[in-house]
């Protein structure tokens, strides 16, 4: 299984991106994928998860509003787009995969994760 994101940038305060997960390599088509943060010097969080077997997503309440995740399953795709960033949005911001069905932002119930996509948010 390989996992890469890409969509990473900088960008003013109040601005959008959209990051992307490429996830390869699944034995089947039903997997969740997550995204998670970690902004310097705090513990990495969880932003937002999909599962493809229905597409059910859940993101996290401090993000919800701003933060959607989306997928296309044909493309074994799934993204984060982010919109009114603001400085502490700035992260490093990681996709990661399971295997099973799951709605968790619990990091070792992720096996295969990406190398992070730097995201800086400038006030």
């Known amino acids: 299984v390989q996992i890469v994101e890409s969509g990473g940038d900088s960008v003013q305060a109040g601005g959008s991106l959209r990051l992307s997960c490429a996830a390869s390599?699944?034995?089947?088509?039903?997997?969740?994928i997550a995204w998670f943060r970690q902004a310097p010097g705090k513990e990495r969080e969880g932003v937002s998860v999909?599962?493809?077997?229905?597409?059910?997503?859940v993101t996290s309440d401090s993000m919800k509003g701003r933060f959607t995740i989306s997928g296309d399953i044909a493309q074994n795709t799934v993204y984060l787009q982010m919109n009114n960033l603001r400085p502490e949005d700035t992260a490093v911001y990681y996709c990661?995969?399971?295997?099973?069905?799951?709605?968790?932002?619990?990091?070792?119930?992720?096996?295969?994760w990406g190398q992070g996509d730097q995201v800086t948010v400038e006030s």
């Open positions: 990661a995969a399971s295997e099973e069905r799951l709605m968790s932002f619990k990091e070792y119930e992720y096996k295969y």
């Open positions: 390599g699944f034995p089947s088509d039903d997997y969740a």
């Open positions: 999909l599962v493809t077997d229905d597409g059910e997503t």
